[in-house]
């Protein structure tokens, strides 16, 4: 079956932000995102999962424990398994992104600060 976020039941996170799930097994999850204009995701890790953060349309800010990275449209980021990370959108624009997490993401996330 073909997936898009036409035909995905989404879910809301963060501050208005959305998700759309268009891949969810138990080794892979395949996640498209909306976060609007000056939103961000709190600062976490995943103990097993690595993700792949993909931007569609927008600017992204991934901060890392020692690092930040900004990315726009067409470009990608891998944050390895337990890094303490933190997506963010300073624009004025919606960011649309993928986040693909291997494995999947389900009970492996833990809430901290930098």
Do not use: A, D, S
């Given at each position: 079956m073909k997936k898009s976020i036409w035909n995905s039941k989404s879910y809301s996170w963060g501050d208005n932000c959305t998700a759309w799930?268009?891949?969810a097994t138990e080794r892979l999850s395949v996640k498209q995102e909306l976060m609007?204009?000056?939103?961000?995701e709190k600062v976490h890790f995943h103990r097993l999962s690595?993700?792949?953060?993909y931007v569609l349309n927008g600017y992204a800010t991934i901060v890392l424990e020692d690092q930040t990275v900004e990315l726009k449209a067409n470009e990608g980021f891998l944050v390895p398994s337990g890094i303490k990370h933190q997506?963010?959108?300073h624009s004025t624009q919606e960011l649309h992104f993928l986040v693909i997490s291997e494995p999947s993401t389900f009970e492996d996330r833990t809430e901290e600060s930098f």
């Open positions: 799930p268009l891949v609007p204009p000056m939103t961000f690595q993700q792949f953060f997506i963010k959108n």
